[in-house]
Protein backbone atom coordinates (compact mmCIF):
# COMPACT_ATOMS: atom_id res chain seq x y z
CA UNK A 1 0.00 0.00 0.00
CA UNK A 2 2.95 2.24 0.56
CA UNK A 3 3.94 1.97 -2.79
CA UNK A 4 1.06 2.56 -4.03
CA UNK A 5 0.56 5.88 -2.39
CA UNK A 6 3.86 6.68 -3.52
CA UNK A 7 3.35 6.46 -6.97
CA UNK A 8 -0.08 8.16 -7.01
CA UNK A 9 1.61 10.96 -5.23
CA UNK A 10 4.38 11.12 -7.92
CA UNK A 11 2.05 10.26 -11.06
CA UNK A 12 -0.03 13.27 -9.59
CA UNK A 13 2.95 15.52 -9.88
CA UNK A 14 3.91 14.23 -13.02
CA UNK A 15 0.37 15.23 -14.16
CA UNK A 16 0.25 18.85 -12.90
CA UNK A 17 3.19 19.51 -15.06
CA UNK A 18 1.95 17.57 -18.28
CA UNK A 19 -1.00 19.55 -17.91
CA UNK A 20 0.71 22.72 -17.47
CA UNK A 21 3.06 21.76 -20.80
CA UNK A 22 -0.64 21.20 -22.33
CA UNK A 23 -1.58 24.58 -21.87
CA UNK A 24 0.71 26.04 -22.93
CA UNK A 25 1.16 24.14 -26.32
CA UNK A 26 -2.54 23.71 -26.31
CA UNK A 27 -2.99 27.58 -26.58
CA UNK A 28 -1.28 27.38 -30.05
CA UNK A 29 -2.35 24.22 -31.41
CA UNK A 30 -4.60 21.52 -29.52
CA UNK A 31 -3.99 18.64 -31.70
CA UNK A 32 -0.66 18.95 -33.11
CA UNK A 33 2.30 16.69 -33.45
CA UNK A 34 3.68 18.35 -29.78
CA UNK A 35 0.24 17.72 -28.27
CA UNK A 36 0.38 14.29 -29.54
CA UNK A 37 3.47 13.89 -28.42
CA UNK A 38 3.11 15.16 -24.73
CA UNK A 39 -0.25 12.79 -23.95
CA UNK A 40 1.49 9.87 -25.09
CA UNK A 41 4.79 11.05 -22.76
CA UNK A 42 2.45 11.63 -20.50
CA UNK A 43 0.64 7.91 -20.59
CA UNK A 44 3.87 6.06 -21.38
CA UNK A 45 5.35 8.02 -18.27
CA UNK A 46 2.48 6.85 -15.86
CA UNK A 47 2.44 3.17 -17.11
CA UNK A 48 5.99 3.13 -16.62
CA UNK A 49 6.14 4.29 -13.35
CA UNK A 50 3.23 1.83 -11.99
CA UNK A 51 5.26 -1.10 -13.35
CA UNK A 52 2.78 -2.27 -16.00
CA UNK A 53 3.38 -4.17 -19.53
CA UNK A 54 1.38 -3.19 -22.06
CA UNK A 55 0.22 -5.65 -24.60
CA UNK A 56 -1.54 -4.44 -28.02
CA UNK A 57 -2.83 -6.81 -30.79
CA UNK A 58 -4.56 -6.21 -33.66
CA UNK A 59 -3.09 -2.75 -34.85
CA UNK A 60 -2.73 -4.00 -38.39
CA UNK A 61 -6.41 -4.38 -38.62
CA UNK A 62 -6.24 -0.18 -38.42
CA UNK A 63 -3.20 0.43 -40.97
CA UNK A 64 -4.63 3.30 -43.35
CA UNK A 65 -7.90 3.71 -41.00
CA UNK A 66 -9.46 7.13 -41.69
CA UNK A 67 -10.53 9.07 -38.46
CA UNK A 68 -12.48 7.05 -36.66
CA UNK A 69 -14.93 6.61 -33.16
CA UNK A 70 -12.76 4.33 -30.78
CA UNK A 71 -15.07 2.14 -28.77
CA UNK A 72 -13.84 0.33 -25.41
CA UNK A 73 -15.12 -1.35 -22.32
CA UNK A 74 -13.63 0.56 -18.91
CA UNK A 75 -12.72 -1.25 -15.94
CA UNK A 76 -9.64 0.86 -14.76
CA UNK A 77 -8.31 4.42 -14.89
CA UNK A 78 -5.23 2.64 -16.37
CA UNK A 79 -7.72 2.17 -19.40
CA UNK A 80 -7.35 5.81 -20.17
CA UNK A 81 -3.30 5.69 -20.63
CA UNK A 82 -3.28 1.97 -22.93
CA UNK A 83 -5.61 3.21 -25.18
CA UNK A 84 -3.39 6.87 -25.82
CA UNK A 85 -0.81 4.41 -25.68
CA UNK A 86 -2.16 2.30 -28.02
CA UNK A 87 -3.79 4.01 -30.98
CA UNK A 88 -1.68 5.57 -33.49
CA UNK A 89 -2.23 9.32 -35.14
CA UNK A 90 -4.32 12.11 -33.49
CA UNK A 91 -7.44 10.72 -31.18
CA UNK A 92 -8.76 12.71 -28.06
CA UNK A 93 -11.37 11.71 -25.86
CA UNK A 94 -15.01 12.36 -25.27
CA UNK A 95 -14.73 12.51 -21.48
CA UNK A 96 -17.74 13.38 -18.63
CA UNK A 97 -17.84 16.91 -17.42
CA UNK A 98 -16.97 16.08 -13.95
CA UNK A 99 -13.12 15.76 -14.75
CA UNK A 100 -13.10 19.39 -16.44
CA UNK A 101 -13.42 20.63 -12.64
CA UNK A 102 -10.10 19.45 -11.25
CA UNK A 103 -8.18 21.92 -10.96
CA UNK A 104 -4.91 22.74 -13.98
CA UNK A 105 -5.87 19.12 -15.38
CA UNK A 106 -9.38 20.72 -16.66
CA UNK A 107 -7.40 23.44 -18.18
CA UNK A 108 -4.81 20.87 -19.98
CA UNK A 109 -7.89 18.35 -20.68
CA UNK A 110 -9.51 21.50 -22.71
CA UNK A 111 -6.60 23.22 -24.27
CA UNK A 112 -5.51 19.82 -25.69
CA UNK A 113 -8.99 19.65 -27.47
CA UNK A 114 -10.89 16.68 -24.92
CA UNK A 115 -14.39 17.10 -25.71
CA UNK A 116 -16.13 17.38 -23.10
CA UNK A 117 -20.13 15.84 -22.19
CA UNK A 118 -22.76 16.75 -19.87
CA UNK A 119 -24.79 12.97 -20.19
CA UNK A 120 -27.44 14.34 -18.09
CA UNK A 121 -28.09 17.57 -20.54
CA UNK A 122 -29.77 16.15 -23.80
CA UNK A 123 -29.55 19.31 -25.37
CA UNK A 124 -25.64 19.58 -24.72
CA UNK A 125 -25.13 15.94 -25.36
CA UNK A 126 -26.03 16.59 -28.66
CA UNK A 127 -24.53 19.83 -29.00
CA UNK A 128 -20.98 17.34 -28.00
CA UNK A 129 -22.07 14.92 -31.07
CA UNK A 130 -22.27 17.48 -33.37
CA UNK A 131 -18.58 19.59 -32.11
CA UNK A 132 -17.17 15.59 -32.52
CA UNK A 133 -18.09 15.49 -36.01
CA UNK A 134 -16.81 18.52 -37.14
CA UNK A 135 -13.70 17.22 -35.16
CA UNK A 136 -13.43 14.08 -36.84
CA UNK A 137 -14.29 15.80 -40.13
CA UNK A 138 -10.42 17.52 -38.95
CA UNK A 139 -8.63 14.43 -39.08
CA UNK A 140 -8.99 13.78 -35.37
CA UNK A 141 -10.40 10.38 -33.90
CA UNK A 142 -12.72 10.33 -30.67
CA UNK A 143 -12.29 7.64 -27.75
CA UNK A 144 -15.38 6.70 -26.01
CA UNK A 145 -16.30 4.53 -22.93
CA UNK A 146 -19.98 3.95 -24.18
CA UNK A 147 -20.45 2.22 -20.42
CA UNK A 148 -19.80 5.78 -19.02
CA UNK A 149 -18.10 4.87 -16.30
CA UNK A 150 -15.59 2.10 -14.95
CA UNK A 151 -17.37 -1.80 -14.03
CA UNK A 152 -16.78 -2.60 -10.66
CA UNK A 153 -16.80 -6.17 -10.94
CA UNK A 154 -15.12 -6.32 -14.67
CA UNK A 155 -18.47 -7.25 -16.22
CA UNK A 156 -19.20 -5.59 -19.27
CA UNK A 157 -22.27 -2.67 -18.59
CA UNK A 158 -24.54 -1.73 -20.77
CA UNK A 159 -23.99 0.80 -23.17
CA UNK A 160 -24.95 4.27 -23.35
CA UNK A 161 -25.94 5.37 -26.89
CA UNK A 162 -23.87 8.72 -27.69
CA UNK A 163 -21.00 7.22 -29.75
CA UNK A 164 -23.38 5.13 -31.74
CA UNK A 165 -25.55 8.19 -32.59
CA UNK A 166 -22.19 10.07 -33.54
CA UNK A 167 -21.36 7.36 -35.95
CA UNK A 168 -24.32 6.74 -37.87
CA UNK A 169 -25.12 10.66 -37.73
CA UNK A 170 -21.43 11.47 -39.03
CA UNK A 171 -20.99 8.50 -41.18
CA UNK A 172 -18.01 7.89 -39.20
CA UNK A 173 -16.42 4.45 -38.60
CA UNK A 174 -16.04 2.31 -35.50
CA UNK A 175 -13.06 0.88 -34.12
CA UNK A 176 -13.61 -1.51 -31.22
CA UNK A 177 -11.42 -2.19 -28.45
CA UNK A 178 -11.45 -5.01 -25.90
CA UNK A 179 -8.83 -3.91 -22.76
CA UNK A 180 -8.16 -7.23 -20.51
CA UNK A 181 -6.37 -6.97 -17.03
CA UNK A 182 -6.63 -3.41 -16.00
CA UNK A 183 -9.29 -4.47 -13.29
CA UNK A 184 -6.92 -6.48 -11.40
CA UNK A 185 -3.68 -3.30 -11.18
CA UNK A 186 -6.53 -0.78 -10.10
CA UNK A 187 -9.79 -1.37 -9.47
CA UNK A 188 -12.67 1.33 -8.95
CA UNK A 189 -12.45 2.92 -5.59
CA UNK A 190 -9.42 1.27 -4.49
CA UNK A 191 -5.94 3.37 -4.43
CA UNK A 192 -4.17 -0.24 -4.23
CA UNK A 193 -2.00 -0.23 -7.38
CA UNK A 194 -0.14 -3.60 -8.56
CA UNK A 195 1.94 -4.80 -11.07
CA UNK A 196 0.93 -6.86 -13.80
CA UNK A 197 -0.04 -6.47 -17.47
CA UNK A 198 -2.56 -4.80 -19.57
CA UNK A 199 -4.12 -5.98 -23.29
CA UNK A 200 -4.99 -4.15 -25.54
CA UNK A 201 -7.12 -5.59 -28.92
CA UNK A 202 -8.57 -3.65 -31.70
CA UNK A 203 -11.13 -5.56 -33.43
CA UNK A 204 -12.36 -5.71 -37.02
CA UNK A 205 -13.79 -1.69 -37.91
CA UNK A 206 -17.29 -1.34 -38.88
CA UNK A 207 -18.52 0.71 -41.57
CA UNK A 208 -21.25 2.88 -41.06
CA UNK A 209 -21.40 4.48 -44.30
CA UNK A 210 -25.20 2.68 -45.11
CA UNK A 211 -26.48 3.12 -41.65
CA UNK A 212 -28.81 5.77 -40.36
CA UNK A 213 -29.86 7.23 -37.18
CA UNK A 214 -32.50 4.03 -36.32
CA UNK A 215 -29.94 1.61 -36.93
CA UNK A 216 -28.24 3.11 -33.84
CA UNK A 217 -29.15 0.42 -31.16
CA UNK A 218 -28.77 -2.42 -33.69
CA UNK A 219 -25.28 -1.54 -33.87
CA UNK A 220 -24.83 -0.44 -30.06
CA UNK A 221 -25.55 -4.21 -29.20
CA UNK A 222 -23.40 -5.50 -31.86
CA UNK A 223 -19.85 -3.68 -30.57
CA UNK A 224 -20.69 -4.40 -27.69
CA UNK A 225 -20.92 -8.27 -28.31
CA UNK A 226 -17.82 -8.11 -30.14
CA UNK A 227 -16.63 -6.78 -27.01
CA UNK A 228 -17.60 -9.08 -24.78
CA UNK A 229 -16.90 -11.78 -27.17
CA UNK A 230 -12.79 -11.13 -27.02
CA UNK A 231 -12.84 -9.99 -23.16
CA UNK A 232 -10.11 -12.14 -21.54
CA UNK A 233 -11.22 -11.54 -17.78
CA UNK A 234 -8.80 -14.24 -16.65
CA UNK A 235 -6.21 -11.91 -18.06
CA UNK A 236 -4.07 -10.99 -16.02
CA UNK A 237 -4.65 -13.17 -12.94
CA UNK A 238 -1.24 -15.22 -12.69
Not at 103 to 122: M, Y
Request: aromatic fraction near 8%; hydrophobic fraction near 45%.
Amino acid sequence: MLRSLLIVCIGAVFTILCSIVAIIIGIFSPYSKAANGLVRIWAKGLIYLSGIKLEITGQDKIVGQPPSVYISNHQSLFDILAVVISIPGTARFIAKKELFRIPIFAQGLKLIGTIKIDRGNSAKARETINEAIQIIKRGVSVIIFPEGTRSKDGKIKPFKKGGFVLATQGKIPIVPLVISGSLQIMAKQNLRLRRGKIKVEFLDPITTDNMSYEDRNILMENVRQKIMDHFDENYNQD
